[in-house]
């Protein structure tokens, strides 16, 4: 019998408050202003966090 590939219901830590994923006990996330944000929405977050403050170069 092979091992299931489905990490047990007990080793879920948390999910990610944007997209609704599982984080795993051992996995990294962030902690930002009370949210949880797993490693795959830490970019976009970013971008928006950043957005309003964008600027494009004009000579």
Do not use: H, Q
């Not at 962030?30 to 971008?47: F, L, N």
């Amino acid at each position: 019998m092979e091992p299931s590939l489905i990490p047990p219901e007990w080793a879920v830590f948390a999910r990610c408050s944007l997209c609704g994923g599982e984080i795993y006990l051992g996995e990294a996330y962030y902690a930002v202003d009370g949210k949880t944000i797993c490693c795959d929405c830490a970019d976009d977050y970013g971008r928006s966090l950043l957005a309003p403050f964008a600027r494009v170069a004009e000579s």
